[in-house]
């Protein structure tokens, strides 16, 4: 079992920055990939960014790429999505999740991932 705890969400002007953390606890977290998700209100959870083992293989949503970094410190169990040059788009519930590094399915599906954080609210204002 993995358990997910997201942090960092709030509100920020358009323009501005946040880092989101998603600290981990339970089974070797560096057997796991990675990924944040996140879900507007009426709308269907969309993926945005993971990452596997190490900073090498990280993957984004077109929607995010050159404003959004994932990164991972498997000392601490701790991912990270910094996110720069927010827009009102942004403007969702952002969900960390786990899955066990050996799935071979696409990073962006969320069915394929086994465990979930509880979400961390970012609002960005226009």
């Known amino acids: 079992q993995v358990q997910l705890v997201e942090s960092g969400g709030g509100l920020v002007q358009a323009g501005g920055s946040l880092r989101l953390s998603c600290a981990a606890s339970g089974r070797t977290f560096s057997s796991y990939a990675m990924g944040w998700f996140r879900q507007a209100p009426g709308k269907e959870r969309e993926f945005v960014a993971a990452i596997k083992w190490t900073g090498a293989s990280t993957y984004y949503t077109d929607s995010v790429k050159g404003r959004f970094t994932i990164s991972r410190d498997n000392a601490k169990n701790t991912v990270y999505l910094q996110m720069n040059t927010l827009k009102p788009e942004d403007t969702a519930v952002y969900y960390c999740?786990?899955?066990?590094?050996?799935?071979?399915?696409?990073?962006?599906?969320?069915?394929?991932?086994?465990?979930w954080g509880q979400g961390t609210q970012v609002t960005v204002s226009s």
């Open positions: 999740a786990a899955r066990p590094l050996v799935v071979l399915a696409p990073l962006n599906g969320a069915r394929t991932y086994d465990y």
